[in-house]
């Protein structure tokens, strides 16, 4: 199979032996870059490394989206399509899901900025009344729904930084570069959306 028609196929799926220690790492990463060629010689192979590569990307984009299954799988087609143009830069000495969260993780943020550009261009705002009567509780890390349901109300800027930041776990020099702000503004902006959150998942109105 050709490379163009891997490319094409992502968009439509929904170790081995070490020599002498001294040659471990080495063999290491070529086994990764040949792990990935070999994805790329004919349609079975790429099915198969499809279906053992692509879940935890997808769960590593899904939980960035507030659990928006269709944004995840239309991050992760646009992740291995990327992949697959830039396979000459993959040589072996990561993961190849670590590898490809990487290329994810700027995927999210070309979205998030997509989102923050459309945020500003609006001219009406429309802000939903909060029900006064839901209950109260402190957050709980299983909470799934809830936790999605509170990243959604988030403007997009403030979902970007938490997804960096916190869940990627990210030094926040590095956050301030993908979302080209600067480190304090990044550290302001992951301040307001920590508050935010709180507050969006505890029913509040978000400020």
Known sequence: ???????????????????????????????????FREALATDDAFEAWYRRTSPRVYGYLLTRCGNDRALADE?????????????????????????????????????????????????????ERIDMERPQHEPHLDDAAAIGEAL??????????????????????????LMRRSPLAAQSLLHRARTNFKRAYLGEAVR
């Not at 040589?91 to 590898?99: E, L």
């Open 75 to 127: 991050l992760l087609q646009e992740t291995l399509i990327a992949a697959i143009d830039e396979r000459a830069r993959y040589d072996g000495r990561s993961d190849v899901v670590a590898w490809l969260c990487g290329i994810a993780r700027h995927k999210l943020a070309d979205h998030f900025r997509r989102l923050e550009r459309d945020e500003r261009g609006r001219i009406h705002v429309e802000v």
């Open 1 to 35: 199979m050709g490379v163009e028609n891997a490319a094409a196929q992502s968009g439509t799926i929904a170790g081995r032996g070490l020599g002498a220690d001294e040659m471990t790492a080495s063999a290491t990463f070529i086994d990764g870059v040949n792990e």
């Open 152 to 177: 959604r109300a988030l403007p997009a800027a403030q979902r970007a930084v938490l997804a960096f930041a916190v869940l990627d776990d990210r030094p926040i020099a590095e956050v301030a570069r």
